[in-house]
């Protein structure tokens, strides 16, 4: 079986910083895309960024300049750096990942959402 697991989220004053990880596991041939979403109470599941195997990243427009995604290939894990927090980034951070499994083929892995507070 393949799992992805996110780690890093909590209770954070504005203005302030955190990082989550976001790690594969499994027997996996191999990770395309890796991505970060979020969703805010009452509100659709939105992308925060994503990040291809060669390293190309994709950031929504409001997270700009703030959050910066990366990813360590040899331990199958993506990270989220995020600077500069605002209340509106409180959310369930949801990480995602694009996974060669073998007799499983292409599938899309989900976290189970870490969630993040930010109070003013």
């Known amino acids: 079986q393949v799992h992805v697991v996110e780690s890093g989220g909590g209770l954070v004053q504005a203005g302030g910083s955190l990082r989550l990880s976001c790690a594969a596991s499994g027997i996996i041939f191999s990770i395309n895309a890796m991505g970060w979403y979020r969703q805010a109470p009452g509100k659709q599941r939105e992308l925060v960024a994503a990040i291809t195997n060669s390293g190309s990243t994709n950031y929504a427009d409001s997270m700009k300049g703030r959050f910066t995604i990366s990813r360590d290939n040899a331990k199958n894990t993506v990270y989220l750096q995020m600077n500069s927090l605002k209340p509106e980034d409180t959310a369930v951070y949801y990480c995602?990942?694009?996974?060669?499994?073998?007799?499983?083929?292409?599938?899309?892995?989900w976290g189970q959402g870490t969630h993040i507070t930010v109070s003013s």
């Open positions: 995602n990942a694009a996974i060669v499994a073998p007799g499983l083929g292409l599938r899309i892995y």
